[in-house]
């Protein structure tokens, strides 16, 4: 079987080394030696001030949203073509979505569509970058300048990408990566928010960790968010080898494209400009092609390989968002399009060029 994705994982001994000094230290949680290590090998590589590690990408979400303090009711420009977990982290705090639609090259939200959205109870923008494609980070830039708006960026696919040589890490105010063991970047389970006030620093640790400022003072009602340690080993030990595993990535991307590039009714999304890409998904949709997405991903299926409906369906088709103002999916016709068609084939570094060959042959015949 071929799975949609595989874990990038060290070598046993490499990260058996990395947690050796556990078992001296007995220190599991609570922000120990490799928690710190981290954080401050990722301030580094994504150039960002601030860096708050989290156990996992939806919580460090649910963080962002949590410390802003936006009026409850207030609505928040999103996307429907991502996974739920960007949408139900704020409403899950009491704010409400407006979904515009996605722009039919990069997937990520049409910037030009936004203004049009924004009311006087908008508090928010909240764009995806899809795929690892970057949205159009300064049309959307100017639009919330213009209205006062905060920026909040959903980068879980967006690891180590770089628009104009600047790291995703660092447009609007606040951006969050997931590092799930299905991403470029994985600590097992885990995510991070990227920030650059000084003062949220603090605010950041204390709501991940129940609100507890001291040993005899709570200052906020928070949760617990915290990375452990054997997390923080694992996305030590990944960083040192990630150079390596996106140029593997981008090898496995090249052999999909030499065998698919070209073929009518298969369409790639197009490379961006000033752009330096992970190669994090393999996004391909079926559009007039002599097969549907459906039929494709049952007959990939018969064969032993598992591809994804990445997105199917739309967050403003779920049930749960069904009662909404602005949910159902005739409101964003080029995100249903596109979630109608696209398949994300499988993906990641050590995928041989033998197995793409295979997937390939069975799409094409």
């Known amino acids: 079987m071929i799975n949609v994705t595989r874990s990038s994982m060290p070598d046993f001994g490499e ?10 230290s007995h220190w599991l949680t609570n922000m120990g ?11 580094a590589f994504l150039g960002v001030p601030h860096i708050a590690l989290y156990t996992n990408g939806h919580l460090a979400l649910e963080g962002i949203w949590e410390s802003l303090n936006l009026p409850r009711g207030g609505e928040v420009i999103t996307t429907p073509f991502t996974f739920c977990s960007t949408v139900h982290a704020f409403v899950r705090k009491g704010l409400t979505p407006v979904f515009c639609d996605i722009d ?12 049009a959205l924004i009311t006087d109870k908008t508090v928010a923008i909240c764009p995806v970058h899809v795929y690892g494609n970057i949205c159009d980070v300064e049309r959307i830039q100017k639009v919330a300048d213009k209205h006062h708006l905060k920026v909040i960026y959903d980068a879980a696919h967006a690891f180590a990408v770089k628009y104009k040589g600047v790291s995703s890490a660092l447009f609007g105010d606040l951006a969050m990566f997931s590092f799930h063991a299905t991403k470029v ?5 885990g995510g991070a928010v990227c920030f650059r006030e000084d003062e949220l620093v603090t605010k ?7 609100g507890i400022h001291g040993p005899e003072s709570t200052l906020y009602i928070g949760g617990n968010a915290k990375m452990n340690e054997f997390q923080a080993a694992m996305g030590i030990c990944n960083l040192r080898h990630l150079d390596r595993e996106i140029a593997k990535r981008k090898t496995v991307v090249e052999r999909y494209k030499q065998n698919l590039a070209g073929v009518p009714g298969i369409r790639f999304c197009k490379p961006q400009k000033d752009v330096t890409p992970n190669y994090a998904y393999l996004p391909v949709v079926f559009d007039g092609y002599k097969k549907t997405r459906d039929e ?5 299926k018969q064969n032993g390989i598992i591809a994804r409906k990445y997105f199917f369906p739309l967050v403003n088709d779920m049930e749960c968002y069904k009662d909404f103002p602005t949910s159902g999916s005739e409101k ?3 995100a249903k399009h596109v979630a109608d068609r696209v398949l994300t084939l499988p993906m990641y570094a050590d995928l041989s060029a033998e197995d793409v060959d295979r997937i390939c042959k069975i799409i094409l015949e």
Do not use: R
């Open 332 to 334: 964003t016709p080029v």
């Open 296 to 300: 494709i991903f049952e007959e990939l």
């Open 204 to 210: 950041f640790n204390d709501l991940k960790n129940f």
């Open 33 to 43: 030696s490799k928690h710190k290590q981290l954080q401050a090998e990722l301030e």
């Open 15 to 24: 990260y058996c080394e990395e947690i050796k000094e556990l078992w001296d």
């Open 185 to 189: 970047f994985n600590t097992i389970e």
């Open 104 to 115: 039919p090259d990069t997937y990520c939200m049409d910037a030009g569509k936004i203004e």
